[in-house]
Protein backbone atom coordinates (compact mmCIF):
# COMPACT_ATOMS: atom_id res chain seq x y z
CA UNK A 1 0.00 0.00 0.00
CA UNK A 2 1.81 3.37 -0.98
CA UNK A 3 0.00 5.58 1.67
CA UNK A 4 0.71 5.03 4.91
CA UNK A 5 -2.63 5.47 7.79
CA UNK A 6 -4.90 4.51 5.26
CA UNK A 7 -6.63 0.95 6.40
CA UNK A 8 -7.34 -1.49 3.58
CA UNK A 9 -11.27 -0.46 3.43
CA UNK A 10 -9.74 3.07 2.59
CA UNK A 11 -7.25 2.73 0.02
CA UNK A 12 -10.28 -0.29 -1.94
CA UNK A 13 -12.44 2.41 -1.85
CA UNK A 14 -9.88 5.12 -3.39
CA UNK A 15 -8.07 3.54 -5.70
CA UNK A 16 -10.57 0.11 -6.46
CA UNK A 17 -9.23 -3.42 -5.01
CA UNK A 18 -8.29 -4.73 -8.45
CA UNK A 19 -4.70 -4.41 -9.62
CA UNK A 20 -4.23 -2.52 -13.03
CA UNK A 21 -4.56 -4.35 -15.96
CA UNK A 22 -2.99 -3.13 -19.11
CA UNK A 23 -5.99 -1.51 -20.83
CA UNK A 24 -7.49 0.08 -18.36
CA UNK A 25 -8.30 3.98 -18.58
CA UNK A 26 -6.40 5.86 -15.97
CA UNK A 27 -6.17 9.96 -15.84
CA UNK A 28 -2.67 10.88 -15.81
CA UNK A 29 -2.38 14.53 -13.91
CA UNK A 30 -0.57 15.95 -15.96
CA UNK A 31 -1.16 14.50 -19.48
CA UNK A 32 -5.05 13.58 -19.32
CA UNK A 33 -6.96 9.99 -20.19
CA UNK A 34 -5.11 7.55 -21.81
CA UNK A 35 -4.82 3.85 -22.03
CA UNK A 36 -2.65 2.54 -19.39
CA UNK A 37 -0.02 -0.15 -21.48
CA UNK A 38 2.06 -1.69 -18.02
CA UNK A 39 5.04 -1.58 -16.43
CA UNK A 40 8.71 -1.73 -17.68
CA UNK A 41 11.95 -2.00 -15.55
CA UNK A 42 15.19 -0.66 -17.29
CA UNK A 43 18.20 0.82 -16.40
CA UNK A 44 18.96 4.87 -16.80
CA UNK A 45 22.90 6.01 -15.75
CA UNK A 46 23.00 3.15 -14.12
CA UNK A 47 20.09 3.21 -12.09
CA UNK A 48 16.91 0.80 -11.77
CA UNK A 49 13.92 2.54 -12.94
CA UNK A 50 10.16 1.46 -13.52
CA UNK A 51 8.75 3.27 -16.33
CA UNK A 52 4.57 3.08 -16.90
CA UNK A 53 3.58 3.35 -20.55
CA UNK A 54 0.24 5.18 -20.88
CA UNK A 55 -1.19 5.36 -25.00
CA UNK A 56 -3.22 8.22 -26.29
CA UNK A 57 -5.32 9.24 -28.91
CA UNK A 58 -4.21 9.40 -31.95
CA UNK A 59 -1.09 6.52 -31.47
CA UNK A 60 0.70 8.92 -28.47
CA UNK A 61 2.59 6.69 -26.35
CA UNK A 62 4.43 8.17 -23.41
CA UNK A 63 6.95 6.43 -21.16
CA UNK A 64 7.95 7.99 -18.07
CA UNK A 65 8.75 7.27 -14.11
CA UNK A 66 4.82 7.39 -12.66
CA UNK A 67 3.41 6.24 -9.53
CA UNK A 68 -0.20 4.89 -9.33
CA UNK A 69 -1.98 6.84 -7.15
CA UNK A 70 0.30 10.29 -6.95
CA UNK A 71 0.92 10.58 -10.55
CA UNK A 72 -2.42 8.87 -12.16
CA UNK A 73 -5.20 6.90 -11.12
CA UNK A 74 -7.83 4.50 -12.46
CA UNK A 75 -10.63 6.03 -14.12
CA UNK A 76 -13.54 3.65 -13.80
CA UNK A 77 -14.01 3.13 -16.85
CA UNK A 78 -12.87 0.59 -20.03
CA UNK A 79 -10.65 2.94 -22.25
CA UNK A 80 -12.55 1.38 -25.34
CA UNK A 81 -15.47 3.08 -24.16
CA UNK A 82 -13.95 6.60 -23.60
CA UNK A 83 -12.55 8.93 -26.11
CA UNK A 84 -8.63 9.31 -24.58
CA UNK A 85 -6.50 12.56 -24.12
CA UNK A 86 -4.58 13.55 -27.03
CA UNK A 87 -0.61 13.51 -25.98
CA UNK A 88 1.07 17.42 -25.46
CA UNK A 89 -2.58 18.73 -27.38
CA UNK A 90 -3.56 21.18 -24.18
CA UNK A 91 -7.20 19.45 -24.41
CA UNK A 92 -6.42 18.21 -20.82
CA UNK A 93 -4.86 20.61 -19.36
CA UNK A 94 -7.77 23.54 -19.91
CA UNK A 95 -10.43 20.46 -18.85
CA UNK A 96 -7.82 19.39 -15.33
CA UNK A 97 -7.60 23.45 -14.61
CA UNK A 98 -11.32 24.09 -15.44
CA UNK A 99 -12.29 21.03 -13.02
CA UNK A 100 -9.87 22.45 -9.96
CA UNK A 101 -11.22 25.61 -10.47
CA UNK A 102 -15.02 23.84 -9.92
CA UNK A 103 -13.40 22.16 -7.09
CA UNK A 104 -12.17 25.05 -5.29
CA UNK A 105 -16.00 26.68 -5.22
CA UNK A 106 -17.33 24.11 -4.39
CA UNK A 107 -14.80 23.76 -1.33
CA UNK A 108 -15.41 27.52 -0.54
CA UNK A 109 -19.20 26.98 -0.39
CA UNK A 110 -18.54 24.21 1.85
CA UNK A 111 -17.13 26.01 3.98
CA UNK A 112 -18.95 29.29 4.01
CA UNK A 113 -22.10 27.02 4.92
CA UNK A 114 -20.30 25.27 7.65
CA UNK A 115 -19.49 28.61 9.36
CA UNK A 116 -22.88 30.15 8.75
CA UNK A 117 -24.13 26.68 10.88
CA UNK A 118 -21.51 27.07 13.21
CA UNK A 119 -22.20 30.85 13.82
CA UNK A 120 -25.79 30.06 14.68
CA UNK A 121 -26.70 28.98 18.30
CA UNK A 122 -29.53 25.74 19.06
CA UNK A 123 -31.53 26.09 22.07
CA UNK A 124 -30.44 23.12 23.39
CA UNK A 125 -33.66 19.96 23.69
CA UNK A 126 -34.83 19.15 26.98
CA UNK A 127 -36.97 16.30 27.38
CA UNK A 128 -39.42 16.31 30.56
CA UNK A 129 -38.66 13.83 33.24
CA UNK A 130 -41.73 12.19 33.71
CA UNK A 131 -41.39 11.12 29.79
CA UNK A 132 -38.21 9.71 30.14
CA UNK A 133 -38.90 7.34 33.47
CA UNK A 134 -42.14 5.91 31.90
CA UNK A 135 -41.32 4.01 29.16
CA UNK A 136 -37.54 2.42 27.77
CA UNK A 137 -36.15 3.77 24.42
CA UNK A 138 -35.24 1.60 21.90
CA UNK A 139 -31.74 2.90 19.79
CA UNK A 140 -31.89 2.54 16.25
CA UNK A 141 -29.73 0.42 14.65
CA UNK A 142 -25.76 1.72 13.99
CA UNK A 143 -24.15 1.39 10.47
CA UNK A 144 -20.28 0.96 11.16
CA UNK A 145 -17.84 1.83 8.41
CA UNK A 146 -17.51 -1.83 6.78
CA UNK A 147 -21.11 -2.27 6.40
CA UNK A 148 -21.92 -4.94 9.59
CA UNK A 149 -25.13 -3.68 11.32
CA UNK A 150 -25.44 -3.59 15.08
CA UNK A 151 -27.93 -3.19 17.63
CA UNK A 152 -26.69 -1.38 21.07
CA UNK A 153 -28.21 -2.27 23.95
CA UNK A 154 -31.30 -0.38 25.11
CA UNK A 155 -30.84 1.28 28.74
CA UNK A 156 -33.93 1.83 30.56
CA UNK A 157 -35.44 4.70 33.04
CA UNK A 158 -33.33 3.45 35.98
CA UNK A 159 -29.73 2.62 33.69
CA UNK A 160 -29.70 -0.65 33.38
CA UNK A 161 -29.91 -2.55 30.31
CA UNK A 162 -32.95 -3.75 28.89
CA UNK A 163 -34.11 -6.77 27.31
CA UNK A 164 -33.98 -7.13 24.00
CA UNK A 165 -37.45 -6.14 21.96
CA UNK A 166 -39.96 -9.10 21.16
CA UNK A 167 -39.79 -11.04 17.53
CA UNK A 168 -42.71 -8.62 16.04
CA UNK A 169 -40.26 -5.40 16.19
CA UNK A 170 -39.09 -4.86 13.09
CA UNK A 171 -36.03 -2.43 12.89
CA UNK A 172 -35.20 -1.23 9.00
CA UNK A 173 -31.80 -0.18 7.76
Known amino acids: MPYEGLTDCDHDLLFGEDALEPGDAVVHLEHGLARYAGQMTCELCETPQTLTTFV ?3 GGKLMLPAVGGEDFWRFGAPAD ?3 LDRLKAGDWIKRRDEMIAELRESADHMVKDDEARRSVKATPLQPKKVACQSRA ?5 IQCACGRARAPTAIGADGKPLPPPPDRTTIRS
Do not use: G, L, S
Open 137 to 141: IWPTV
Open 56 to 58: YRN
Open 81 to 83: QVT
